[in-house]
């Protein structure tokens, strides 16, 4: 089979939040398939996530109060 399936997910530093996808496609569609999984993970909250994520990241390593 010609066929490409990518899962993909997000998930909180405390793990309470997850974005998940399972985008499927043709394997020279590899980067349509990861366009559209990103596209759906940002609507399912994924961009809140990693906000959180990058603020957490940049508290322990001292660059914000």
Not at 10 to 18: E, K
């Amino acid at each position: 089979e010609n066929g490409l399936t990518l899962t993909a997910i997000v998930i909180s530093v405390d793990g309470a939040r997850t974005a998940r996808t399972e985008t499927r496609g043709l394997l020279t569609e590899g980067e349509l398939v990861g366009a559209r999984a990103a596209e759906q993970l940002l609507a399912h909250g994924a961009a809140d996530i990693l906000a959180d994520v990058d603020t957490a990241r940049a508290a322990v390593e001292g660059l914000q109060p």
